[in-house]
């Protein structure tokens, strides 16, 4: 398993920007189909985007289509989330997720790796 450790969160206004990055360790990574959810207070953790090993698959949840875009350096072993138009319901902990499989998959259960999160705070 690769371990992962998201950076990038903070506070932000309504309508700014903000870049998520996720790190990977081991040599790995590029087998590895990555994704990131979100989980906001009181709230179920939700998926937001995932990528495939190569990049050439990406999927989004409805929220943030047009919004959000997932990269991934496979050089660097990191992923990221570029978020633009941030609303204040995009506030959350943010976690990047990984899996060996070849599936973009969309749930939970479909990562078996996951990071500790960043914390996403977008005021109004």
């Known amino acids: 398993q690769v371990q992962l450790v998201e950076s990038g969160g903070g506070l932000v206004q309504a309508g700014g920007s903000l870049r998520l990055s996720c790190a990977a360790s081991?040599?790995?990574?590029?087998?590895?189909?990555m994704g990131w959810f979100r989980q906001a207070p009181g709230k179920e953790r939700e998926f937001v985007a995932a990528?495939?090993?190569?990049?050439?698959?990406?999927t989004y949840a409805d929220s943030v289509k047009g919004r959000f875009t997932i990269s991934r350096d496979n050089a660097k072993n990191t992923v990221y989330l570029q978020m633009n138009f941030l609303k204040p319901e995009d506030t959350g902990v943010y976690y990047c997720?990984?899996?060996?499989?070849?599936?973009?998959?969309?749930?939970?259960?479909?990562?078996?790796?996951w990071g500790q999160g960043t914390q996403v705070t977008v005021s109004s």
């Open positions: 990528i495939s090993r190569r990049g050439k698959t990406i």
């Open positions: 081991g040599r790995t990574f590029s087998s590895y189909t």
């Open positions: 997720a990984g899996d060996p499989s070849l599936r973009v998959g969309v749930l939970e259960a479909d990562f078996r790796s």
